[in-house]
């Protein structure tokens, strides 16, 4: 009996906390760090034009959660505050009719390039706004790293990647279904969890000759993809990273793990 009550009270005083923590400021809603500043983790509004506030119920807001604004579909542009030093992968996530994302005075962590937000260093690429005008995208000289769902559902057809790209982070272009031209930089080494997942336009891809890691669902779902050369370098393809991919051909190198993998999961592949 004793060890029930004791188990009821700290269950108690779990929720108190978790209900402590989960908070609201007009069309937000927000939790306390562990600093005492505010998170975003949810904006329920349908504005247009949005000026994200620097403090909510009192509090100095430094963070934004992981898909805190996603599916704002009237959402057209957003200014974060500078006080913001931490984000989730990509917030905004959806936003369709999203052109410009900018950044109140100076923020230590982030930058804005033409709208499109980046790390203070511009060494990774946070957010594509999903409502930019445009068919095509360079990304600049520098970028690193594509972030995970940097660009998820742009209707891009052609991007651009600068020789000091390294990494495609997870779902970094998922169902960018016009997409149909993307070059992959020797320097590319990973590409991460359904990077190309639902590009439906893109037909051929050659990796490059260093490329070690291929993650699951990579290109699943790329239905007209036909081509693909996968370097002996590849040691690591992770599941159904090929899968719905029913017309495409791996050209590979003879005993490469990408030739056992093609003949594993039946996938026809040409080798070398």
Not at 98 to 111: C, D, T
């Amino acid at each position: 009996m004793k060890k029930m009550t004791a188990l009821l009270i700290a269950l108690l005083l779990t929720l108190a906390a978790v209900c402590a923590l989960a908070k609201t400021d007009g069309d937000y809603e927000y939790a306390l760090r562990r600093d005492g500043t505010a998170k975003i983790t949810s904006y329920k509004g349908t504005d247009t034009i949005l000026v994200i506030p620097d403090t909510l119920g009192g509090r100095t807001v430094t963070g934004i959660e992981r898909d805190a604004f996603r599916d704002c579909a009237m959402l057209t542009e957003v200014t974060l505050p500078g006080t913001v030093v931490y984000m989730g992968s990509n917030p905004f996530r959806g936003c369709l009719s999203l052109k410009a994302i900018r950044i109140a005075g100076k923020s230590r962590n982030y930058s804005v390039q033409d709208g499109v937000l980046f790390t203070s260093d511009g060494h990774q690429l946070i957010s594509y706004p999903l409502g930019m005008e445009g068919t095509a995208y360079a990304v600049p000289a520098g970028t690193r790293n594509i972030g995970p769902g940097a660009f998820c559902g742009s209707q891009l057809k052609s991007v651009t990647l600068p020789d000091s790209t390294a990494f495609i982070g997870t779902d970094a272009f998922r169902d960018c279904a016009m997409l149909t031209e993307i070059a992959l930089p020797e320097t590319v080494t990973e590409i991460g969890a359904g990077a190309f997942r639902g590009c439906l336009s893109l037909t051929r891809l050659n990796l490059p000759s260093g490329m070690t890691q291929i993650g699951a669902n990579a290109f699943r779902s790329c239905s007209a993809l036909t081509e693909m050369r996968v370097p002996e370098t590849v040691t690591s393809i992770g599941s159904k990273a090929f899968y719905g991919c029913g017309v495409l051909t791996l050209t590979v190198k003879t005993g490469s793990r990408a030739a056992r993998y093609a003949k594993a999961n039946g996938i026809s592949c040409r080798e070398e």
